[in-house]
Structures are given as structure tokens and as C-alpha cells.
């Protein structure tokens, strides 16, 4: 599985962005998929994930409420949609995908796709 996010871009604070995770080969259904960020001079971090049924998702504290993550297997896309985005927001955001499903700050992706920034200015 090869993985390609797209629509970052600059948002003002409040405001609304989707990102999204085009994957390529015939078995996406059967990954995790999830998305993370880095902030300039800080570490990864991870921000949320979906199995592969949808039927579990993981968000990260600072997220919760305002991102939403979903996935669309016949399109072989995952979504994250962020409302209300704050400043401390702004971060690369990384496509990732693996196998299994673990809670959120203990998921390993094996699967990275590069980056899209996302940058939310006051």
C-alpha cells in the first residue's frame, strides 16, 4: 500500500479544513489508517485512527470533538475532517497505516505516506 495525503492549506482560526489519504493497492480495506502530525520543533504525534470496518476510531484529547476521521474502502480514501482549528493546530499531517489496531498512543504504523501542512494563523 502506497499512501498520498492532500488538501492541507492555510485556514484562519475557527475555520474548517478535510484531508485526505489516497491509498493505492487492492487490499487498503484490510489496514488501520490514521493520521499524524509534527509541529515545527516538536514530535510526532498521533492524532487519531479508524479500523478497517470503521467501527473503532481513537482520537487524541486535543482533537476530540473537532476532528473527525472516516474512510471510504470502495474508494480506498480515508478523511479526516477538522473543524474549529485552533493555531496549535498547524503541523505537517502524515497519512499511516498498519495492520492492526492498537489504542491510539500505543498504534505503530508501519505505513507512511509524506506529508500535507496545515497551518491555522490567529
Known amino acids: 500500500v502506497q499512501l498520498q495525503a492532500s488538501g492541507g492549506g492555510l485556514v484562519q482560526a475557527g475555520g474548517s479544513l478535510r484531508l485526505s489519504c489516497a491509498a493505492s493497492g487492492r487490499t487498503f480495506s484490510r489496514y488501520v489508517m490514521g493520521w499524524f502530525r509534527q509541529a515545527a520543533g516538536k514530535e510526532r504525534e498521533s492524532v487519531t485512527a479508524?479500523?478497517?470496518?470503521?467501527?473503532?476510531?481513537y482520537y487524541a484529547d486535543s482533537v476530540k470533538g473537532r476532528f473527525t476521521i472516516s474512510r471510504d474502502n470502495a474508494k480506498n480514501t480515508v478523511y479526516l475532517q477538522m473543524n474549529n482549528l485552533k493555531p496549535e493546530d498547524t503541523a505537517v499531517y502524515y497519512c499511516?497505516?498498519?495492520?492492526?489496531?492498537?489504542?491510539?498512543?500505543?498504534?505503530?504504523?508501519?505505513?507512511w505516506g509524506p506529508g500535507t501542512q496545515v497551518t491555522v494563523s490567529s
Open positions: 479508524i479500523s478497517w470496518s470503521s467501527g473503532t476510531t
Open positions: 499511516a497505516a498498519s495492520a492492526l489496531l492498537r489504542p491510539l498512543g500505543e498504534w505503530v504504523p508501519n505505513i
